[in-house]
């Protein structure tokens, strides 16, 4: 079961892989990082961190409008994109906080 899904992503996630080598993708990487060069989820924390990774807001899979539409990109860190990114598109939803330590994302379930 676990090994069926995880093929399914990976065959999803070969077919798309090529368009991070477009020039399209690269321009519009470039400029979400001259607009915004800093991390927006450590700026939502108040933290200054310098971005080097474009990431989706929502999540692309494969689909061309989402990936390549400048209002859907968002300027992060490696660490944010590989930890707490990566595993709230898993789970569906952040558990990244405020100052009083409420959730941010409307999608987590306190906020729902
Ligand atoms: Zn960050």
Redesign the pocket.
Known sequence: MTFERRDQRSEEAQRYRPWYKLAAWRKARVVQLQRQPL?E??LERGEI?AATVVNHRTPHRGDWSLFIDPSNHES??K??HDGPIQSAEVRGFSKAVDVDGWPIDPAHPVNR
């Open positions: 991390c989820r450590h961190v992060t860190c660490s944010c």
